[in-house]
């Protein structure tokens, strides 16, 4: 069955270095996302990107943020300068469509700690 | 401001018995519920949805029931399996003003426990 991968599965960076998040999506899905989950809250939109471009951020989503899609495969998030609040779990996410019914699927994530 | 609330962070059943999750909404424009289910180290897979404009949806051992009134759907789980142990989110969907495309929002999880 199709999945979303996740690379790395762990990140650890020192306070205001740059990470890259990496993301394949499922192949034929139009819509990518990126969530977060701070450890013991709930998962959180950061971003939809569509047709090479964000469709919708959120207000966690700020200029130290950014994605690309770099090759038609790959869906990176990027963090310009780390933060200590930063640390938490980052889930990509595709699909297929834009409708109601929408099931996102979701890759394992990645665990990002700020040191 | 639309939020979705699990209330309970865990529960635990015994194998056999009826699991019953919760979830609360507080914006009546949701279009859809989703249920999640979460096995550490492994991303959220979906597991059953239901429309706003139902009251029910089963497939096999999960049932879905949402009361409009009351802004209150719950997930059924019966029999329960051990290998149903895992964090179960509630999420709802709405179209996005700002771009017009469908977004998520999920409630805080709640970890199942299904004692053998």
């Known amino acids: 069955e199709p999945e979303v991968t996740q690379t790395p599965s762990h990140q650890v960076t020192q306070m205001g270095q740059e990470v890259i998040l990496r993301c394949v999506p499922i192949?034929?899905?139009?819509?990518f996302y990126w969530y977060r989950q701070i450890l013991g809250q709930k998962v959180e939109f950061l971003v939809s990107?569509?047709?090479?471009?964000?469709?919708?951020k959120s207000e966690i989503f700020d200029d130290q943020f950014s994605v690309e899609r770099p090759d038609g495969s790959n869906f990176t998030l990027k963090i310009r300068s780390t933060k200590l609040e930063d640390s938490a779990m980052y889930f990509c996410?595709?699909?297929?469509?834009?409708?109601?019914?929408?099931?996102?699927?979701f890759g394992a994530g990645t665990r990002l700690s700020v040191l | 401001d639309q939020q979705v609330k699990q209330n309970s962070p865990s529960l635990s059943v015994q194998e056999g018995r009826i699991s019953i999750l919760n979830c609360d909404y507080t914006?009546?424009?949701?279009?859809?519920f989703l249920w999640y289910k979460k096995y550490p180290a492994e991303g959220p897979t979906f597991l059953i949805s239901?429309?706003?404009?139902?009251d029910k949806n089963e497939d096999g051992r999960f049932t879905v029931f949402l009361n409009k009134s009351a802004k209150h759907l719950s997930l059924h789980i019966v029999p329960s399996q051990p290998g149903d142990s895992a964090v179960y989110f509630c999420?709802?969907?709405?179209?996005?003003?700002?771009?017009?495309?469908?977004?998520?929002?999920f409630g805080t999880g709640t970890r199942l426990k299904v004692l053998a």
């Open positions: 996410a595709s699909s297929e469509l834009d409708i109601a019914k929408n099931i996102q699927y």
């Open positions: 192949s034929n899905h139009l819509y």
């Open positions: 990107f569509y047709n090479n471009e964000i469709s919708e």
């Open positions: 914006n009546s424009m949701f279009d859809y």
């Open positions: 239901i429309s706003s404009i139902k």
């Open positions: 999420a709802a969907t709405f179209r996005s003003s700002t771009s017009g495309t469908y977004k998520y929002i």
